[in-house]
């Protein structure tokens, strides 16, 4: 019996299928994949391929996504986010290493999900999310300048030598390239704000192409630098790999695995809060990276889901996963007929996209509300952003989360504490289960508080620093203790060796479940011994109180001669 965790959206979707619900999702599928259209073009266009790779990407991407995924509405394809991180692989590894590139990034996606691990994603801070999506906005902006411009330039691939040539290059400016972009520009401005569900892009695309046409403007278009679009789908071919160019792409298949896992979870959740559904992370993961398998190998980019055609699909209707499939046939259909029409758009209109595009996807309205955080985080967001723009996205990544995860080890053994229990501590009511009891003379208390890991385990000089001055029996509380890891089994180990070898009892009691697992596991209990190993702190006071006695008993025992 098919464990039910593990369906895609899809088969749970068809078992109460409808033609009402089928007719919602042909307007939706439709709609998406004339607004996919544009900007798969423009995703590949801009990222150094030809305009049908982000077509073939689209098609092969959204039919099997929706096919396989874990969510109801999510559309995927070529995004922006993947424009900087493909254009820098191919410029380093070549066509062939993106390929292979997209394939072990795919691997990586499909273990993610089928080890549970979908959700781990979410832990990647917010400061490093909004700091590379900033970046990756402001990087895709510069990469359409020059056809903007109706510049003929070549421009490099680094973001401050690209702008220096853009700008020496303004007296080349194609003023017919200007003025249709920015035509198009101020168009889907004014479609956003007065008529929000028309799709600006699609608009802009048909008018601005028949405009340009009918009045000759002398523009480059997509026929001019590549010859056109070929009808269909292309042949099957594995992409060929060595160990050599393997080792080599392992960082940024893990930067295109992390970056694709991020913005799908992302566009996810974006459609769990429009839809009131609940997506399966890990089934979505799967179906991402059995998608970034298999477009490579038909000449397509990285897979993502894609929130604005998400957000689109859902504004128009889609219920199901049948609509992202539509809006796959849909592209298909194009490919397979209309293919030569697309031959006469101008690159200025697609840039004037994606400069919308770039804008839309720049969470620009959080930046101010992380500028109000701590310092620590709003340098995590700015080394981030500026790793981003002015380095390698790669890097930007690594860094970021580097970062973010120091400042989280901070902040966490901040809040560890070790602390004796003191007499005001107990008067103050604070412990109910020593509120009442009788702590003699010759003990000690000491409770830890927390996560007790890596970075916290100094605190335990709380205690190591009085060892001459302490009583006969010390109790550790761990009733608060919330976790602890190697390092602090060894902290723990390494104190009750002190403390016994200067002749002091050591008591541990009110382990939780996850600390007393790993002391068990780690020979802890062993060590210490069974008996010294008490359930709650009344047990330990009574083992503390028999402690005590039979010290007191030894001393008193006349000396044999």
Known sequence: MINQEWL???????????????????????????????????????????????LYCAVIAGFLTALLGGSRTQVSGPTGAFVVVVAGIIAKYGLDGLYICTLMAGVMLITLGITGLGAAVKFIPRPVVVGFTNGIAVLIASTQLKDFLGLTVKVPSEFGPRMALIWQSLGQTNLYAVGLGAAALLAMIAL??????????????FLGTLAAAVAQFPVETIYTRFHGIPQGLPSLSVPKANLNSIEHLISPAITVALLGALESLMSAVVADKMTKDKHNPNVELIAQGVANVVSPMFGGLPVTGAIARTATNIRSGGKTPVASMIHALTLLAILLVAAPLANKIPLSLLSAILLMVSYNMGEWREIPEILHLPKADISVWAITFGLTVFADLTIAVQAGMILAALLYISRVTKTTTVREVTADYLEAGRDHLLQFADVPDGVAIFRIHGPFMFGATDKIEEILDRVDTLPPVIIIRLRNMTVIDATGVQALSELFQELTAGGHSVLFCGTREQPRKTLERAGFVQLVGEDNICRNVRVAMERAHEILRKRNDLQREPHSI
Request: charged fraction near 15%; avoid cysteine.
């Open 8 to 54: 895609p959206k899809s088969i749970i979707a068809l078992r109460n299928y409808n033609k009402d619900t089928f007719f919602s999702d042909l307007i939706a599928g439709v709609t998406v994949g004339l607004v996919a259209l544009p900007l798969a073009m423009a995703f590949a266009i801009s990222s150094g391929v030809k305009p049908e790779a982000g």
């Open 192 to 205: 956003r704000v007065w008529a929000p569900k028309v799709p600006g892009a699609v608009i802009v695309l």
